[in-house]
């Protein structure tokens, strides 16, 4: 088992910046990638942004070169740095890590980017 927990979220003006954590506990070394996802209203979930265990990251087109995701060394803790914050961005992020056979989720944070 894993548990996620996020944490940062808060309301911010467009052009702004934001840092997301995650807290990661349980059985961190049974994990094979970490992301963040997030869903705005009436939106389907939406993949942001991953990386693997061997720093390989990927972002969705919507956020490259504005957003970085990183880990620690220990992976205990994932962020998700945002920097150049649209209206378009705001949602409810969530943390994801997955496994060989299952996929655990956070409960979310709340982003609102206001224009």
């Known amino acids: 088992q894993v548990q996620l927990v996020e944490s940062g979220g808060v309301s911010v003006q467009a052009g702004g910046s934001l840092r997301l954590s995650c807290a990661a506990s349980g059985i961190i070394s049974a994990v094979n990638s970490m992301a963040w996802y997030r869903q705005a209203p009436g939106k389907q979930r939406e993949k942001v942004a991953t990386?693997?265990?061997?720093?390989?990251?990927n972002y969705t087109h919507s956020v490259k070169g504005r957003f970085t995701i990183s880990t620690d060394n220990a992976w205990n803790t994932m962020y998700l740095q945002m920097n150049s914050l649209k209206p378009e961005d705001s949602a409810i992020y969530y943390c994801?890590?997955?496994?060989?056979?299952?996929?655990?989720w956070g409960q979310g944070t709340q982003v609102t980017v206001s224009s």
């Open positions: 990386i693997t265990h061997r720093g390989t990251t």
């Open positions: 994801n890590a997955e496994t060989y056979f299952s996929a655990f």
